[in-house]
């Protein structure tokens, strides 16, 4: 397994929503629409960056309010990191935009 993979998926790691131009939970909400996020793990050299495409039937927004900037999303996507494919899962919270968050490996 890779070094970044196998460390991210040990634990919980610092995350953010990594957004462009400007980090507003308004922004985050559109990619969410999207279907597309991008979660940074902050703990690495220089951030990871990662586009997670969203598995909206593991993730759960019940508890945001995007418009007042408060409660929290649980993020469940899946990407390939360095050849691997994996599965993100974070959990961020709108009024910061920043949580916590890990990689799980999918095998085959």
Do not use: W
Request: proline letters at 3%.
């Amino acid at each position: 397994m890779n070094e970044l993979v196998q460390r991210l998926s040990q634990g919980e790691h610092p995350v953010e929503a990594s957004l462009r131009p400007e980090k507003t939970a308004t922004a985050f909400k559109e990619s969410i629409d999207r279907g597309y996020v991008h979660i940074k793990f902050t703990n690495t050299k220089g951030g990871t960056d990662l586009g997670v495409q969203l598995d909206t039937e593991a993730s759960n927004f019940n508890e945001a309010d995007f418009l007042n900037q408060k409660g929290q999303v649980h993020i469940v996507g899946n990407l390939t990191l360095n050849y691997e494919k994996v599965r993100c899962i974070a959990d961020i919270d709108l009024a910061t935009l920043e949580g916590k968050g890990h990689l799980e490996p999918i095998e085959g």
